[in-house]
């Protein structure tokens, strides 16, 4: 599976933005899809997680009621909307999937097999 996320930007703070993640190569369909975001020097961070297909989402606390995952299957694409953005969402935007991950391992990029490049969302204050 070639992943690749895309939608980023530099937006103010309040600002929305939709990131997208497409895969090229496979099928995003049974796949448990994660976002996770890192900004430089600190470490990689889970976002956001549609669980094999929308049977369970998670969020991180420090998004949830803000942003949102979602599927759109015909299009082999997941999004993640972002709203009410705030400077502490500034990073770098990742992507990832697989199909054998169990529901404990959402959270943790080491259990995440496929990686797209990311994209950079900055938020100004």
């Known amino acids: 599976v070639q992943l690749q996320a895309f939608g980023g930007g530099l937006v103010q703070t309040g600002d929305s933005l939709r990131l997208s993640c497409t895969a090229s190569?496979?099928?995003?369909?049974?796949?448990?899809v994660g976002w996770f975001r890192q900004d430089p020097g600190k470490e990689r961070e889970f976002v956001a997680a549609d669980f094999r297909r929308g049977s369970s989402i998670f969020y991180a606390d420090s998004v949830k009621g803000r942003f949102t995952i979602s599927r759109d299957n015909a299009k082999n694409t997941v999004y993640l909307q972002m709203n009410s953005l705030k400077p502490e969402d500034t990073a770098v935007y990742y992507c990832?999937?697989?199909?054998?991950?169990?529901?404990?391992?959402?959270?943790?990029?080491?259990?995440?097999?496929?990686w797209g490049h990311g994209t950079q969302v900055t938020v100004s204050s």
């Open positions: 190569e496979g099928t995003l369909g049974r796949a448990t």
């Open positions: 990832a999937a697989d199909e054998n991950l169990i529901l404990s391992s959402i959270w943790y990029e080491g259990a995440y097999d496929y």
